[in-house]
C-alpha cells in the first residue's frame, strides 16, 4: 500500500465497493427522489430517498420479506416477488404523496429483464413516474411467474389484487 504525507485514502465505502460517488452526485443533482433498489440472493428491498443536506431521508421503502403478511408463499428472491415489492412500496410513496422519482440501481448491472427492472415495473404500476426505455423490462409471463410454475402464478395474482386494493 502507498504511503507518505501526500496519500490520499479514498472513502471507506468507495474502497469497499460500496458506492459509486460520481454517479451519486449525478443523481443528487437532479433534485428528485430516487427509487433504490438494492437485491441479496434472497431478498429484495426498495426504498423512495429524497435527499436531505443532513442525512437523505426515507419517505417509503419495501422489504420482500412483507410479501409473506399478504400471502406470498414462495421464495422471496426472485422476479415475481421483485414486481410485487416494487408495487408495494410505490404504494406506500403513492400514499404519501410522491408521484416521480429516479431509479437508483446502485451497482447492480443493468441487465434486461432482471430482478431491478422487475422492481421498476412494480413501481410504474402503482403509479410512480420513472423514465426508463420499455425494451428493459421483463415480459408479463416472467413477472407473473409463470416460468416458476402454477402454484407461483396463483400465489401472485392473488398477493398483487390484494396489494393494488390497498
Not at 504525507?5 to 443533482?29: E, Q, S
Not at 451497482?107 to 426508463?132: M, Q, W, Y
Request: charged content about 30%; some cysteine.
Amino acid at each position: 500500500m502507498t504511503q507518505g504525507p501526500r496519500t490520499k485514502v479514498p472513502f471507506r465505502r468507495r474502497r469497499d465497493g460500496k458506492t459509486d460517488y460520481r454517479k451519486r452526485l449525478g443523481l443528487l443533482k437532479g433534485n428528485a427522489p430516487r427509487a433504490v433498489f438494492r437485491k441479496s440472493l434472497q431478498n429484495a428491498i426498495v426504498q423512495i430517498v429524497v435527499y436531505n443536506p443532513d442525512g437523505d431521508r426515507t419517505v417509503a421503502s419495501a422489504f420482500s420479506r412483507e410479501l409473506v403478511r399478504y400471502g406470498w408463499g414462495s421464495a422471496t428472491g426472485n422476479l415475481p416477488a421483485a414486481y410485487l415489492t416494487g408495487l408495494l412500496a410505490g404504494k406506500r410513496a403513492k400514499a404519501r404523496g410522491i408521484e416521480s422519482a429516479v431509479l437508483d440501481i446502485g451497482l447492480n448491472a443493468p441487465t434486461k429483464g432482471s430482478r431491478v427492472f422487475a422492481c421498476l415495473k412494480g413501481l410504474l404500476d402503482a403509479g410512480i413516474e420513472i423514465p426508463h426505455d420499455e425494451e428493459v423490462l421483463p415480459s408479463a409471463d416472467r413477472l407473473e411467474g409463470k416460468h416458476l410454475g402454477e402454484n407461483v402464478m396463483k400465489a401472485f395474482k392473488d398477493v398483487k389484487a390484494k396489494l393494488e386494493a390497498l
